[in-house]
Nanobody, 126 residues
Framework: QVQLIESGGGLVQAGGSLRLSCATSTSGRAFSMYTMAWFRQAPGKERDFVVG????????LYADSVKGRFTISRDDAKNTVYLQMDSLKPEDTAVYYCAADTRPRTGTFAYHYAYWGQGTQVTVSS
């Protein structure tokens, strides 16, 4: 079983920053052996891939819309993955979800991930 709990969401003005955290508990397989990702879902829209980090080589993959503004990192000692979001825009407003899977590298579709958190709301005002 894998449990993921996101935190760090909130309301921020355009141009501001937020840091999301995803605390993970695992059993039977170390956190360091999970590929982690962040997705987001705006009202009335599909859940979209934001960024992922693979567990085999730590390689990262970013959606074009967030490249240069968002940074994913992981602390395997703390079983936590982070999403640093800078230069936020109103279009970044969404519920952000943390996802995990045993796949060796990042997948960009929701079905690539077996485990999900409950989400945290990020609202960027103009």
């Amino acid at each position: 079983q894998v449990q993921l709990i996101e935190s760090g969401g909130g309301l921020v003005q355009a141009g501001g920053s937020l840091r999301l955290s995803c605390a993970t508990s695992t059993s039977g397989r170390a956190f360091s052996m999970y590929t982690m990702a962040w997705f987001r879902q705006a009202p009335g829209k599909e859940r979209d891939f934001v960024v992922g980090i693979g567990w085999t080589d730590g390689g990262t993959l970013y959606a074009d819309s967030v490249k240069g503004r968002f940074t994913i990192s992981r602390d395997d000692a703390k079983n936590t993955v982070y999403l640093q979001m800078d230069s936020l825009k109103p279009e970044d407003t969404a519920v952000y979800y943390c996802a995990a899977d045993t796949r060796p590298r990042t997948g960009t579709f929701a079905y690539h991930y077996a485990y999900w958190g409950q989400g945290t709301q990020v609202t960027v005002s103009s």
